[in-house]
């Protein structure tokens, strides 16, 4: 068998994950080396079409045309994996969505009839069938590589779905919200980034979406007994992972709340 | 040191503040590396001291569920606070270590240790309900057939300065786990900090090295006296109880109370309590290869039982709900770790108390099913 075929894709995004891959500069001559590259257009102007054995693909659904083009990867595709917030959960361009993306577009653009654009920022999972989604805002290079790495030993990748929690304690950090009072996701979010955030005195951000089985509605009622309001607590949630179901259903049940109250 | 190897009698003498700051010089000169406390990332942290001036000279910490905060105090003490995120398994049973590494060669697989000259650590400040988290994980890791040599190479080598508690924190319950806050055995050293000096018992002839290179005096009865209102203030600020009055069939027979969804509502699966308690013992080992799979480290990590994968088995979640882990959490420490090992896992510190970011409070859980039980 030659080695296998990898092609690299792009919808809604930042470019951020496929620096990622490029950033991994000690792995990535061995990647290349394991790999045939035929379709990384960050990183060559070299495209050749498909098949592909394994598809990357980062970024959202946003326009008609992305919505065209993703089957077309998918049928070219034998593994599709989608890479980042965006692809995996509608990215923080889901805020626009439930909001009046007609009335954005007049407030942006001068001529908004030249624009072509879906009601909604959705996951690549609403559209075609993912086989594998690898979490992150950016995506980890380490975790990237390791489900590659997964993919070519033919075994299961490790991306464990724990809290941010558990990094914080292997790695000394004392918690911030416990020492500082600041809030922070990391109950709620999944592994990935080794807790850098609080490392650095901050609260997580939810980067790498709900971790498995999230107690939001405990972590939020903590926050408002400790003083914090439903505003700001529904706030904290609405980031690169607003889509992702649990922390879309939280922030919305605070949201409704505030409605009531009023 | 273990507990065999200390003296009956503990002897006693005064070390001055001033003499105290040469404890330093001579712990290195015997190449230790000293771990204590001082202040990081606000909080009272465990880590590598070079001086006395490491130390958190006149801060103090407050604590309650889910809460923790530094506080200036009105004077120099050096131990006047509790116990904070860390505890001596760090260093003992580290977070992350590689256990064994393998590379392919035309020869076939080459395996290799990567251990590695143990470190000599000088524990300084360890409390009474400390020295009872070690003696259980000695238990774990070195009591019965299968030895962990990691473990055991740190711990032979480690010389323990215990200080005795002079107040206590709000979260502190080692009166009911009979654990502390006086410490009775387990120590090489032992200190009681006093205003102008420590009030130091000598329990082992390792501590006899260390103490013979330090100007002391005898302890006065005055010296003792003041030492014993000291410890006296620590017994007399702890407030939280829990009741053991046969825990284990307690909560063994309540397998099914209602307490056990109420807590899985509050609960985040988070880990972080079992993270900072320093008995729980369980971790992962996974094999990790390059690229080429040509190298293969096996690393072992600290897991929890709240980790939702760690109760995986061939094709599924053994605990798949918030409140099957927090029922195994729970009865593991006070109940069938008694089976296990002849002791609660509790020691009463309170670290999950305070570390837990919804405050969740073990004792009032065991209450709570204690006061309904069926
Ligand atoms: S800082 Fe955040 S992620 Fe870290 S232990 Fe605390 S709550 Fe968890
Ligand atoms: S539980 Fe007891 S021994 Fe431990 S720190 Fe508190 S008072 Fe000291
Ligand atoms: S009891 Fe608290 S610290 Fe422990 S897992 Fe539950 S929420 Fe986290
Ligand atoms: S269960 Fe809690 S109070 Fe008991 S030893 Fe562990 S951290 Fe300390």
Known sequence: ?????????????????QLSLLDAEDQLLAVADAVEIRHFPEASSRMEAGPYDIALVEGSITTPHDAERIQQIRRDAKFLMTIGACATSGGIQALRNGADTAEFMRAVYASPE???VLD???PIAEHVKVDFELRGCPINQYQLIEVIQSLLAGRNPRTPRHSVCLDCKRRGTVCVTVAQGTPCLGPVTQSGCNAICPSYHRGCYGCYGPAAQPNLVSLSTHALNEGASAAEVSHNLRNFNVYAPAFRNESQRLTDQIKEQN | MSEESQTEIARSCFLSTEQFAKLFE????????????TIDQAAIVYDRLTSVDDLPRGWTDIQEPGKYRLE?????ALFGYVVGPHSWKQKLFPPVSTLSVADRTDAGWQFTEPEQELPKFAFLGVRACELA???IQDRVFIGGPYVDPSYQGRRNKAL?????????????????MNTGPRCKAGYDLALTELADGFVVEVATPEGEIVINALETQIATDENQRQAEAARQQAVDQITKTLDTTDIRDLLMSNLEHPQWNDVAERCLSCTNCTMVCPTCFCSSVEEVSDLTGDHVERERKWDSCFNVDFSYMNG????????NRYRQWMTHKLATWIDQFGTSGCVGCGRCITWCPVGIDLTREVAAIRETQT
């Open chain 1, 114 to 116: 030249y624009i072509q």
């Open chain 2, 72 to 76: 200036k105090r009105g004077d120099d």
């Open chain 1, 1 to 17: 068998m030659g080695k296998p075929k990898l092609g690299v894709f792009k919808f809604a995004s930042c470019d951020g994950c």
């Open chain 2, 26 to 37: 001579v712990l290195h000169a015997l190449d230790y590396e000293v771990i204590g406390p």
């Open chain 2, 160 to 176: 323990i300065i215990a200080v005795n508690c002079t107040q206590a924190a709000s979260t502190c319950f080692c009166t009911s």
């Open chain 2, 133 to 135: 988290a070690l003696k």
């Open chain 1, 120 to 122: 909604k920022s959705t």
């Open chain 2, 316 to 323: 599924g979640l053994v605990r798949n709900s918030i409140r």
